[in-house]
């Protein structure tokens, strides 16, 4: 029975172990496709202003739609961001609440700035489009994007997926801090499960305000 207890105790910690290395491993993509439909990935973001934020997240986007889990260490959701274009959710699965705001909203309360679904893209693609308005980039010997500025905010590219401009590792800050995101694996127009961007929690869910939802985050109430 000892032996047994051991056993199955080991064979869990050993299946932790492959869910953290399976969303830790680094992945190249081995090709950019010149039309991006959809990406999705897994990267890990740390965030120093008023507050200090540490998480890894799985991140899909597909045309107008966007959804980043916010996990634990073990990989479950802790909250989700949901963006239908211009609307966007906070959500607590666990808890059955949502907050509604502006893409832009969503994004300063996440990051700490503004940023809508088109900047988002762009930032996780290294795909600027030309159609963006008040950015300023910054490129190296061979025009490739390797920074850029809009306002108070600068991103800066440490270092690039091989052979490609999709970032790794973009570092930025803003008036009130800083941060680095980490990408550690993309994959481009992979086939998008049906429902994967559902709005069955307005039916189901209790809307809150953003005090509460960040309260219930921060405590875990």
């Given at each position: 029975?000892?032996?047994?207890?051991?056993?199955?105790k080991n064979l869990f910690i050993f299946l932790i172990f492959l869910?953290?290395?399976?969303?830790?491993?680094?992945?190249?993509?081995q090709t950019v496709p010149s039309l991006i439909e959809s990406f999705e990935g897994y990267a890990r973001i740390n965030i120093k202003n008023s507050n200090i934020l540490k998480s890894k997240i799985a991140f899909l986007f597909f045309g107008e739609?966007?959804?980043?889990n916010i996990?634990?260490?073990f990989g479950t959701t802790k909250a989700q961001i949901l963006i239908f274009s211009d609307i966007s959710y906070l959500t607590i699965p666990e808890k059955k609440v949502y907050w509604e705001g502006s893409t832009e909203e969503i994004m300063k309360v996440f990051l700490g700035f503004d940023l809508d679904l088109v900047e988002i893209k762009a930032l996780l693609t290294g795909k600027w489009g030309k159609n963006l308005k008040g950015w300023e980039f910054f490129?190296?010997?061979?025009?490739?994007i390797i920074g850029g500025r809009k306002e108070n905010i600068i991103f800066k590219i440490k270092e690039f997926f091989?052979?490609?401009?999709?970032?790794?590792?973009?570092n930025f800050s803003y008036a009130e801090g800083y941060g680095k995101i980490k990408i550690l694996k993309i994959k481009f127009n992979q086939p998008v499960k049906p429902g994967a961007?559902?709005?069955f929690f307005l039916e189901h869910y209790e809307k809150k305000t953003l005090d509460e939802i960040m309260e219930m985050l921060e405590n875990g109430n």
């Open positions: 029975m000892l032996k047994l207890n051991f056993l199955k869910i953290i290395f399976n969303q830790n491993c680094h992945y190249t993509p739609y966007g959804k980043i996990l634990t260490p490129r190296d010997k061979d025009n490739k091989r052979d490609t401009v999709v970032p790794k590792i973009i961007f559902s709005q």
